[in-house]
């Protein structure tokens, strides 16, 4: 007479032992050029000053690079791009009356790309760890996520401030992990800048490039795992690569076992 068993192995790991090349745990994103268009806002309040005191108006293509290090950086560079020479007090001056303008009429204005709310609900219903790394100010990037109504999506926030220097430095994005409790092989960072690739570089962190963003050209962007046009190649991509807390259950092949010699 021959049993018939089946050999049933279940496989439960302790997530933090998962194969760490594929497994995400905490997404990490950048704010302008990444999840909110912000350029035009800012460079409209930037000129409304600038054209209001008698100087000269800047194309926003001219700006777009700045915008990168955060919102002074961006006047300092329309301050720059004047034919003639502005002096240092002037120049803080209007600088000044540019983030008031700005705060006024221009912050609760930018727009989400396309794609982010739907992104952050998917993310956040995989039970993934999100986070935002900007250098931005704290206040205003509070403002702007809970004009969006995303405010509540995030589980920490790293901004301008909050650590010695700023990005590209690995400094906000080593904070940040350390707040939500990842490792930089559990973590991928989403931005849209040199500036951010290298950030996500010295992090050790996996960089996702949205492509939709302020980089100059898509060398500037790497290295990264996925350049992006739109959060459902995001999505789709990241989901891919999210472990589940319990994995399948395997099973072998039948095999008879013969108990009568």
Sequence with gaps: ????????T?????????NKNDHIRAVIFDVDGTMFDTLPSLSTAANVVLVHAGWQEVPMSLLQSALNEGLRPLFHKAIALQSAAVD??????????YLAQYLRHGLLTAPLFAGVSDALMAFKSRGLKLGVCTNR????T????ASAAIADSFDAIVSLGDTPLPKPAPDPLLLLMERLDVSPEETLFVGDSAMDARCAQLSKVRFAAHLGGYAGQAGDLLPNVLSFGSYEQLTS???????????PVSFTSPRPINLCH
């Design 88 to 97: 240092a007090q002037t120049a803080t001056r209007l600088e000044c009356e």
């Design 137 to 140: 100010d704290r206040a205003s």
């Design 237 to 247: 991509w990241l989901l891919d690569h999210c472990s589940a807390l319990f994995p």
């Design 10 to 18: 279940h496989y439960v790991r302790n997530i933090r032992f998962m």
């Design 1 to 8: 007479m021959a049993i018939w068993v089946i050999k049933v």
């Design 142 to 145: 509070e403002a702007l996520l």
